[in-house]
């Protein structure tokens, strides 16, 4: 079965310094990634997708992931995190077999951002 | 604007009621989801929707029905067999037809309590 697994529940940074949250995904077959992004008690937002074209994804906002077949991998990163990044981040796994776009999610990392 | 409304944004509900939550899109997409969060466990499917008056279970549907009468709206009865139904539940939707690749957009999410 597709799965991903966030490897932190929490990540702290100072604004103004790098942000990487961590994904690790299980899948028989070539897997197509998502993050996801949610800020408190609304709805989630596309962050960037991951569908074979290129390993490098840039998404929104400044961050992007890579996608590293040979550790399974397909952490986030920006460059400089900046207060408005604050919110929970979901790395998302798409599941082909079923017929239909079964999503799997990630448990979440919460991004916290002090001044 | 496109996109997806859920009503209302908060709910509360006695034991051993019948309450149903809201879910409209106005993207003219084919297919619908319904998830459910709880702190700490990521999203989970309830029921999906891939054409006008087909619906199937997801992975956590008992407790819950569904309907899908129109395109555009994708109504979830939370009923009382549904023994821990405080929750937060969030609609989505996207163009369907089974591709892996394809973006779901999210609604606000409708916060449910049971008092």
């Known amino acids: 079965a597709q799965s991903v697994t966030q490897l932190d529940s929490h990540v702290s940074v100072s604004e103004g310094t790098p942000v990487l949250l961590r994904c690790n995904y299980s899948?028989?077959?070539?897997?197509?990634l998502f993050w996801y992004v949610q800020h408190p008690n609304k709805g989630l937002q596309l962050l960037l997708k991951?569908?074979?074209?290129?390993?490098l994804v840039k998404g929104i906002n400044g961050f992007e992931a890579e996608f590293k077949k040979s550790e399974t991998s397909f952490h986030l990163t920006k460059p400089s995190a900046h207060m408005s990044d604050a919110a929970e981040y979901f790395c998302?796994?798409?599941?082909?077999?079923?017929?239909?776009?079964?999503?799997?999610f990630g448990t979440g990392t919460r991004l916290l951002v002090s001044p | 604007d496109g996109g997806i409304t859920q009503s209302p944004k908060y709910l509360f509900r006695k034991e051993g009621q019948n309450v149903t939550l809201s879910c409209e899109q106005n993207?003219?997409?084919?297919?619908m989801y319904w998830y459910r969060q709880d702190p700490g466990q990521g999203l989970r499917l309830i029921y999906y929707?891939?054409?006008?008056?087909?619906?199937q279970k997801g992975d956590i549907a008992e407790g819950y029905s569904v309907s899908r009468e129109k395109k555009e709206s994708f109504p979830l009865t939370v009923t009382s067999a549904q023994k821990n139904p405080t929750a937060f539940y969030l609609c989505?939707?996207?163009?369907?037809?089974?591709?892996?690749?394809?973006?779901?957009?999210f609604g606000p999410g409708t916060r449910l309590t049971v008092l």
């Open positions: 989505a939707s996207s163009t369907g037809g089974g591709s892996s690749y394809n973006e779901q957009f």
């Open positions: 899948s028989s077959y070539s897997p197509s």
């Open positions: 991951y569908t074979s074209a290129a390993t």
């Open positions: 998302v796994v798409s599941d082909k077999r079923v017929g239909f776009q079964k999503l799997v």
């Open positions: 993207l003219n997409h084919d297919a």
């Open positions: 929707s891939q054409i006008v008056n087909d619906f």
